[in-house]
């Protein structure tokens, strides 16, 4: 059974960092594409950032480029996401996913197969 658990969510004032990680349950992590996406209050959830399986090729919403970093260690089965000078906008249930197509950086919430419930991360102005 694939399960993906998020953490490291909190509260957090603006320009503090935050590190979240996601442990992921699944038969050969590395063959699988990974992703971070956010939704925040009554909005749809929206792409983050994406790694391919190697950790060689990343892709990041504009928004968040030159703040996070996303990256992962394929010997723990695990995806990370790096969350530097956080802005109030960065407030939202975050959400890591794992991807097929384990060559590429997908950015569509349609490209993942697998989901984990979601951490919270709330920045405070």
């Known amino acids: 059974q694939v399960q993906l658990v998020e953490s490291g969510g909190g509260l957090v004032q603006a320009g503090d960092s935050l590190r979240l990680s996601c442990a992921v349950s699944i038969r050969s992590f590395s063959n699988y594409g990974m992703g971070w996406f956010r939704q925040a209050p009554g909005k749809e959830r929206e792409f983050v950032g994406s790694?391919?399986?190697?950790?060689?090729?990343?892709k990041y919403t504009d928004s968040v480029k030159g703040r996070f970093t996303i990256s992962r260690d394929n010997a723990k089965n695990t995806l990370y996401l790096q969350m530097n000078s956080l802005k109030p906008d960065d407030t939202a249930v975050y959400y890591c996913?794992?991807?097929?197509?384990?060559?590429?950086?997908?950015?569509?919430?349609?490209?993942?197969?697998?989901w984990g419930q979601g951490t919270q991360v709330t920045v405070s102005s």
């Open positions: 790694i391919n399986w190697s950790g060689q090729n990343t």
């Open positions: 996913a794992a991807s097929r197509g384990r060559f590429y950086t997908p950015s569509r919430l349609t490209e993942y197969d697998y």
